[in-house]
Each structure stands twice: as C-alpha cells, then as structure tokens.
C-alpha cells in the first residue's frame, strides 16, 4: 500500500494544454515536496509547501497543499514540451525523520 | 559545485557476490539516504542516516547494510545480491527529512 497515491500515473497531452497532477495520502504531512525528475538523473526538487492551504508559483507551475495537509496538487497551465518529465510528490511524515515518495506521475508534452 | 556522488553508476553482477556502492557528498549535511527506484513503485527509502554512527532502516532494508562513519560517505552494502534486488539505487543528503533532498546521479543495479 502506497503512503502517498499520485494520479494519474501517467499523462501525455498536447503542447498548450493544461493538467493538474494529484498526491493524495490519509496521513498528515508536515511539509510536501515536489521533485522532476529527467531520464539519466536524480530527482531534483521543485518547490516545498508547509502550511496548508499554501500556494506557490513557479512561472507556469502552481502548487497548493491541502488545508488538512494530507493532499497536494500540482498544475501546469500552457505545458510546453521541456515540461517532460518524472513528477514525484514526497511528504515528510509528522514526528519521523522520514520522507515518503508517491509512485511518480509520468508526463509527455507532445509538440 | 555541491553534489552527491555515487560509484558505479552502472553494475552488473552475479546472485550471491557481495557488492558495494559508494555515496560520498561535499556540503556537510547531516542526513543521508539510499532510495530504490522501480517503475510504478516510485522512490523507496531503504536506509537513512540522521548523523555520524547512526542510521535507521526506512521502508524496504531487507537485504541491504549501510554504514556511517564518516559525515561525507553513506555506502550501500549488498552482501549476497539476489535477482529482486535489480532496480535504480539514489542516495541522497540533506540538512534534514524535511528540507531538499539532493540526489546522486543513481547507480543501475542488475543481479543475473
């Protein structure tokens, strides 16, 4: 059983489209990260958010962590090709020195 | 330039002979981690190491030892390698759980 489900696994669309990612867990995390991860390379992290209800922007990325922190979304508005990747969500868990990954969500963005 | 190293990037080898992959990092953090990547499965922490001399079992150990006796190494020892242990191994330090993770390049493991 996976701490944290992220949906959907995988997603190709169009370049200009837009899509949002899922991290779901029914524990309650006292931070969230998301990481890309390109083919050939370690994860490398985007954002973390730690109060819930946050939202961060990162151009074109926007990322919100639910009000009970057990949930985070990412969305991608206008995707463009160079968004290709390995999404990965990891939640670090109240009261252990631990960080839990989701099972990663693949996305293509085709041209 | 901060990174985190791991030797070999790429290994292949025989059920049964002991095998070591090497971690080593260069910004002086306290928190270390060996992670396995298999598809649909995502990252899986194997060991971590909050400091010098101690480490914890994380979510997958069986079949794995890890040492830490010096801040800047974070080995990750196979001592008889079997077919199930072939995956994408990423070690990974950080101040600490809950701050960035910075990964090694990952080291692909295939046991025959």
């Known amino acids: 059983t996976q701490l944290l489900e992220q949906s959907p696994q995988f997603l190709s669309i169009q370049e200009g489209e837009n899509l949002t990612v899922y991290c779901n867990s029914s524990?309650?995390?006292?931070?969230l990260q998301w990481y890309r991860q390109e083919p050939g390379e370690g994860p490398v992290l985007l954002v973390t958010v730690v109060t819930g209800g946050e939202v961060k922007k990162l151009k074109r990325l926007t990322f919100q962590f639910g009000d009970a922190r057990k949930d985070s979304s990412l969305h991608i508005t206008a995707a463009q090709p160079g968004d290709t990747g390995l999404y990965l969500c990891a939640g670090d868990i109240q009261g252990a020195q631990k960080l839990v990954f989701g099972q990663g969500t693949r996305l293509t963005i085709n041209p | 330039e901060a990174q985190v190293t791991q030797n070999p990037r790429y290994l292949i080898t025989v059920t049964g002979k002991k095998l070591t992959v090497t971690c080593s990092q260069n910004m002086n953090h306290e928190y270390m981690s060996w992670y396995r990547q298999d598809p649909g499965l995502g990252l899986r922490q194997i060991y971590y190491?909050?400091?010098?001399?101690?480490?914890d079992k994380g979510d997958v150990p069986e079949g794995y030892k890890v040492s830490r006796k010096e801040k800047r190494n974070f080995p990750l020892i196979l001592e008889s390698p079997s077919p199930n242990q072939t995956s994408l191994y990423f070690c990974?330090?950080?101040?600490?759980?809950?701050?960035?993770?910075?990964f090694g390049p990952g080291t692909r493991l295939t046991v025959t």
């Open positions: 990974a330090s950080s101040l600490s759980a809950r701050y960035e993770q910075y």
């Open positions: 524990s309650v995390f006292s931070s």
């Open positions: 190491s909050m400091n010098v001399e101690v480490t």
